[in-house]
């Protein structure tokens, strides 16, 4: 069992640039991949990065590419999205997942672990 803690989103510019955390619980941390998803009002929960369970391998959705990356400790059960040069596009509710093998990364519905989201804003 694995229980996620988000933090670090905030109101910022465009511009800026934001570090998103989740702290995680349970012995099992590193052998999880770790994905975060965005997601807007009346939209669907969109993809936007994964990390395998070594952090060797990462994976990002196009429009962040070059922008966010993402990274773990595992000796701290945390993985971090660093977000940078943000643009009002990117606000959202972000939340982080965890699963113990996954193939479609990018697809929610293979993760298993949820937390209950950090809100990011970004004005003009």
């Known amino acids: 069992q694995v229980q996620l803690v988000e933090s670090g989103g905030g109101l910022v510019q465009a511009g800026d640039s934001l570090r998103l955390s989740c702290a995680a619980s349970?012995?099992?941390?590193?052998?999880?991949?770790m994905a975060w998803f965005r997601r807007v009002p009346g939209k669907e929960r969109e993809f936007v990065a994964a990390?395998?369970?070594?952090?060797?391998?990462?994976y990002y959705e196009d429009t962040v590419k070059g922008r966010f990356t993402i990274s773990r400790d595992n000796s701290k059960k945390t993985v971090y999205l660093q977000m940078d040069s943000l643009k009002p596009e990117d606000t959202a509710m972000y939340y982080c997942?965890?699963?113990?093998?996954?193939?479609?990364?990018?697809?929610?519905?293979?993760?298993?672990?949820w937390g209950q989201g950090t809100q990011v804003t970004v004005s003009s």
């Open positions: 349970g012995r099992l941390f590193r052998n999880y991949v």
């Open positions: 997942a965890g699963e113990r093998s996954v193939i479609a990364y990018s697809n929610p519905r293979v993760y298993s672990y």
């Open positions: 990390i395998s369970w070594s952090g060797d391998s990462t």
